[in-house]
Nanobody
Framework: VQLIQSGGGRVLPGGSLTLSCAAVSITISHFPIAWYRQTPGQEREWIAGIGSDATLYYGDSAKGRFTISRDAAKNTVYLQMNNVKPEDTAVYFC???????WGQGTQVTVSS
């Protein structure tokens, strides 16, 4: 199983960004997928998740600003980030819950 991330980069405060997590060797719609983020010296913070039944879950830092979604045809889960803030700066990871399968991580930097 591989989770391959794309997206990320530098964005202005208040801007938007979409992260992608494409799965290899699994049908992503059959599994839950979670998004985490991590800043230096801190533990990974759970942000959002999507269940195999498409139920959506959000942590407090994501509610109202981030949207998790899934495209079965592309075998990909997305994290749409809107109205980003400097405190959203972190390395973002997708994960297959209950496993050691993580995406490679992608840096998001929110800065003017």
């Amino acid at each position: 199983v591989q989770l391959i991330q794309s997206g990320g980069g530098r964005v202005l405060p208040g801007g938007s960004l979409t992260l992608s997590c494409a799965a290899v060797s699994i049908t992503i719609s059959h599994f839950p997928i979670a998004w985490y983020r991590q800043t230096p010296g801190q533990e990974r913070e759970w942000i959002a998740g999507i269940g195999s039944d498409a139920t959506l879950y959000y942590g407090d830092s994501a509610k109202g600003r981030f949207t998790i979604s899934r495209d079965a045809a592309k075998n990909t889960v997305y994290l749409q980030m809107n109205n980003v803030k400097p405190e959203d700066t972190a390395v973002y990871f997708c994960n297959l819950p209950g496993s050691q399968h993580w995406g490679q991580g992608t840096q998001v930097t929110v800065s003017s």
